[in-house]
């Protein structure tokens, strides 16, 4: 962790919000990021300012990794594509992680790949620490300084819980299995670091994080690249959802976290599903990360891979356009749905079957410069629905699943399965549907329940992998293990 500890300079650039002002910081000088903490949490503006920072390092390109490496955008999209819905062109990029390859951009410990999702989320770990530490210290009360811890602890308990997912296997499989190392104090180059803490202390320190995030943010805010306490408890929802797969009583928790996630955010319309997901003032997104003309990634960002060539709504020449959609997915939807958002691929040839189909649910604005989707409505409602399966509320579960189903398609059949497991699986199978190219959820629910994954319909990488196979993990970055005298070889994950 070395590498990464010291506070981010947060710059007012990151995001262009009514409340980012040169009062923040006062213009203060070296402009390199290496700050004094007393200038950065000397009022409650230069904490405002430091958790913006937080959200930009986020969003931002990742030093020293390569171009499709660009956030946490890039490690979402990194798990979507080893799902079996969308893959890439195997001569572009993503191919290596579409075939789960074991080189630099798959979870080897000297991989590029691990090594940038490390740092920022450590780096994110780390800052965050470092605002819940001096807060206290504000001459405000404690109506100005619980919101802002609040928040610094939400997005440390993200960050966790993307280590947690990323470098062990499903919390059901042994909560006692070694995670990854917990910090709650700001560290710096004198620390010599900590041990992996078991699987079950570091999602205590989630919840705990994220309870108190519940309980103190407000719903009002900024603008939506703020985590307030919907968010909070949409990633609630989720980490209660991975955790009841262990303990089933933690599902009713889900379910009251899904509901307060969605409350105030209704399902979208089909006008605003055709506007191409790329804009957080979508009604349905409860979480975005929001970029101007100025701050446009265009070929490394994310639209300038999943977008494909000569779209609707789009006045620009094409970028990578690389992704493509199984077969075997596409033949889930009706062409009543409105989610049925894919075309014949430019260029297909019979000599290349895998590429059939291409995608317009993600479409760029024109000046290329489209918002990030984080957190939508929908999720919350396949979560209730999935807790309600699972608690063995068969009927509201399919009455649940239902509301979204005609929600989506006109044509709609409200499920006709009474046996729970038939129900949890159409539960899941909406799951893909309905929140494909968004986060990698194929891939996660896979590793959640512990199955394999199969890959069917026509796909260049027919790959079978094992449930709980070492492969579903990721070795932790060998430059950790190097500089933290805590941890030995014994430590790292096997290939």
């Known amino acids: 962790m070395k590498n990464i500890l010291r506070i981010t300079l947060p710059f007012c650039l990151l995001f262009l919000v009514s409340s980012c002002k040169k009062s923040f910081l006062n213009e203060v000088v070296p402009s390199d990021g290496s700050l004094d ?7 409650k503006e230069g904490v405002n300012n430091a958790l913006v920072g937080i959200y930009g390092e986020l969003r931002d390109y990742a030093s020293g990794g390569q171009q499709n490496m660009y956030g946490i955008k890039s490690w979402q999209f990194n798990f979507e594509v080893r799902g079996n819905d969308l893959f890439s062109d195997p001569g572009n990029w993503w191919l290596y992680e579409t075939n789960w390859s074991d080189n630099g951009y798959g979870r080897v410990a000297t991989g590029g790949r691990t090594s940038v999702t490390w740092n920022m989320l450590y780096k994110t770990i780390n800052n965050a620490n470092a605002i819940i530490l001096n807060t206290p210290n504000l001459q405000d009360g404690d109506a100005v300084k619980a919101p802002l811890i609040a928040e610094a602890k939400a997005l440390r308990a993200y960050a966790y819980f993307c280590l947690a997912r990323t470098y062990q296997f499903s919390y059901a499989t042994n909560p006692d299995a070694p995670g990854v190392p917990i910090y709650t104090t700001p560290a710096d180059a004198a620390v010599s670091g900590n041990p992996r803490a078991p699987l079950k202390e570091v999602y205590a320190l989630i919840v705990s994080d994220l309870e108190e995030a519940v309980q103190n943010l407000p719903t009002t805010r900024i603008a939506k690249f703020r985590i307030n306490k919907n968010v909070a408890a949409g990633l609630l929802a989720e980490v209660y ?17 899904a509901e307060t996630a ?47 060539t000569n779209t609707p709504n789009t006045n620009f020449s094409a970028r990578y356009n690389d992704i493509y959609v199984n077969s075997s997915f596409v033949a889930n939807f009706t062409e009543t749905d409105m989610r049925y958002k894919f075309l014949a691929a430019p260029g297909q040839s019979a000599s290349l079957p895998w590429k059939r189909w291409v995608t317009i649910k993600f479409r760029d604005n024109a000046t290329k410069s489209g918002d990030y989707v984080m957190m939508r409505a929908a999720e919350m409602h396949l979560i209730k629905a999935e807790a309600q399966a ?22 709609a059949i409200k499920s006709a399965y009474t046996a729970k497991a038939d129900v949890i699986s159409e ?27 199969v890959r069917d319909g026509i796909h260049w990488s027919m790959l079978n992998i094992p449930a709980n196979s070492n492969k579903w993990r990721w070795q932790f970055p060998q430059a950790e293990i190097d500089a933290n005298k805590s941890l030995t070889s014994a430590d790292q994950n096997p290939l």
Do not use: C, H
């Not at 199978?429 to 959640?448: I, M, S």
């Open 241 to 257: 959802q991975e955790m009841a797969m262990s303990d089933q009583t933690l599902w009713a928790k889900a379910l009251a976290n």
């Open 390 to 411: 699972q608690m063995n509320n068969i009927p509201d579960a399919k009455t649940t699943l239902y509301a979204l189903q005609l929600q989506r398609d006109p044509s």
């Open 37 to 43: 903490p007393t200038v950065i949490f000397g009022s």
């Open 427 to 453: 539960i899941l199978l909406e799951r893909r549907k309905e929140l494909y190219g968004e986060e990698g959820w194929n891939y996660f629910d896979l590793k959640r329940y512990q199955l394999p994954l």
């Open 262 to 308: 969605m409350n105030g955010y209704p399902l979208m319309s089909a006008a605003s599903y055709n506007d191409g997901f790329n804009t957080a003032s979508n009604s349905e997104w409860i979480w975005g990360l929001m970029f101007n003309g100025t701050q446009s990634k265009s070929y490394a960002g994310w639209f300038g891979y999943i977008e494909p």
